[in-house]
């Protein structure tokens, strides 16, 4: 039986061999990304898997963040992730994140 966690790794490598540049190819948009995960769902992709990646694709890229930094605050604790807020807030932002506030 092959672990989840090899399912996981696998549609997520596919999905960034997709929409990478590759020499030989223009990478694809996520929206044709996501049509062939779904095309593929069941045969080259673990169904739960594909279902799961969907919906983290289709949610707008905010709410993504913003799971995220839940997550985070998860796995570091307090002092530590306010350290990383204070170092965040105080850094100068890169003009390509400017441009998403």
């Known amino acids: 039986e092959i672990p989840l966690d090899a399912y996981i790794l696998s549609a997520a490598d596919a999905y960034d061999a997709m929409t990478s540049d590759r020499p030989y190819r223009k990478a694809l948009s ?53 350290y990383i807020e204070d170092a965040a807030a105080a850094a100068e932002p890169h003009e390509e994140y400017s441009k998403l506030s």
Do not use: S, T
């Open 30 to 82: 996520r929206e044709q990304a996501m049509h062939v995960i779904k095309k593929e769902k069941g045969r080259q992709f673990h169904p739960r898997v594909a279902d799961i990646l969907i919906k983290i694709l289709e949610k707008e890229e905010r709410e993504v963040l913003k799971e995220v930094d839940k997550d985070v605050k998860g796995l570091v604790n307090n002092d530590h992730y306010q």
